[in-house]
């Protein structure tokens, strides 16, 4: 008999290769005030090469979710991975943005692979009552690995140059590829017959749950993305700060948003509900970025800031466990991608859209207007339908 490894050392490994894949696709954000302020690239122009690397992971998200129903865990995340190094090595050679933008959709294509197949490493190795807490770590890897990409890009493209930033996060994500070949796929329950009231069924058909969690994750985005992409911006154009004090506070909020992620998740399980939760998340976000709107140019604002840096990420790790519970171990896999196609759908909008209005109205619009996303999120957001499972 075959021992199954330790739920935590899988977590762990599931976290280390979205970490890595999030470190490489949030690159190009934090290259904005360089490109900007000392090459003098449009907001536009930046912020669509921002936008790259979530355009590839948005096209991608439903077929890894698929190669994952499929081929397992492993297979997916190690040959994403081996996409995430393959398209940051050959952004290091690029001479020209556009060439540059078209390596970070490569890279994006490849990190796709890691949002379903950590997602399911934690839904097949945890039980319910421990699975939002468990969730909630995994989904850690996503601001650790923005606030790793914002201590460490602008800082050393300040120091060496843009090659030597992408450099480094190349070798994170070939290691990383490496260390995920230790996976384990989860055991899955035999296929039942395709008979109406079990979850080899398809779980749209019949009622709108999922897609309106898809959709309110999709709003919810829309702040989430205007604070990350423009926050390190907006304390050196507009609050003067240094780029090394400013990313310094940009990664201490995305620290902040990992421990809000686990302490969601901790207070779904206690709750017995994922869907509450996320609706009083939406609350305190729309709530939040219309204070940072009216504040912006205050200390205040910057309060505001770090505290809408950790309120709007709060949610994805809700909505992702929401989705899997609703969705059964037969369709997890392409549910995922079908919620994270939706958000990153949106999210690439974000970067080039709110760069415009920032140049023709300032920030205080543009943080304050994303605010209406949050607000029609808490309307969207279901009622639970379904115990957890």
């Known amino acids: 008999m075959t021992r199954s490894p330790s739920p935590w050392l899988m977590l762990v490994i599931g976290m280390l290769g979205q970490l890595a894949g999030t470190l490489v696709v949030s690159t190009p954000p934090f290259l904005i005030p360089h490109l900007h302020l000392r090459e003098d690239v449009s907001l536009v ?133 490496l260390v995920s070949l230790a996976i384990v796929d989860p055991p899955r329950p035999e296929r039942p017959a395709p008979t109406p009231g079990t979850r080899r069924d398809n779980p749209y058909r019949g009622h709108g749950t999922l897609a309106r969690i898809h959709l309110a994750s999709a709003l919810l985005v829309i702040p989430q993305y205007a604070i990350w992409t423009f926050l390190l911006l907006w304390l050196i154009d507009a609050h003067h700060w240094s780029t090394t004090a400013a990313s310094a506070l940009v990664a201490v909020t995305h620290l902040l948003s990992a421990a809000g992620r686990i302490g969601v998740g901790w207070w779904s399980d206690r709750l017995g509900s994922r869907l509450r939760p996320m609706r009083w998340v ?67 909008a974000v970067p080039p859209l709110v760069g415009a209005v920032v140049t023709s109205a300032g920030y205080g619009w543009a943080f304050g207007g994303v605010a209406i996303a949050a607000a029609l999120a808490v309307f969207v957001i279901p009622d639970d339908a379904d115990p957890l499972q």
């Open 45 to 177: 122009s930046a912020g669509a090469l921002a936008a790259a690397p979530t355009v590839g992971t948005m096209l991608s998200l439903v077929a890894w979710g698929a190669v994952v129903d499929r081929f397992g865990e492993r297979l997916a995340m190690a040959a994403g991975l081996a996409l995430v190094t393959i398209g940051a090595a050959g952004a290091f050679t690029s001479d020209s943005l556009g060439v540059l933008g078209a390596w970070f959709f490569l890279c994006g294509v490849g990190a796709a692979s890691t949002n379903a197949a950590s997602g399911r490493l934690v839904v097949g190795w945890f039980p319910a009552r421990r699975r939002g807490f468990a969730m909630g770590i995994r989904q850690t890897a996503l601001p650790l690995g923005v606030g790793a990409a914002a201590l460490l890009v602008p800082n050393v493209v300040d120091a060496a140059g843009l090659r030597p930033a992408i450099l480094t996060v190349a070798v994170v994500a070939a290691v990383a590829t």
């Open 282 to 348: 939406a609350i305190a976000a729309a709530a939040i970025m219309l204070g940072l709107g009216l504040l912006q140019g205050s200390m205040i604002g910057i309060a505001l800031a770090v505290a809408a840096t950790v309120v709007t990420v709060a949610d994805n790790g809700l909505a992702f466990t929401a989705v899997a519970e609703r969705a059964g171990p037969f369709w997890s896999g392409r549910a995922f991608g079908f919620q994270n196609t939706g958000q990153y759908l949106t999210a690439a």
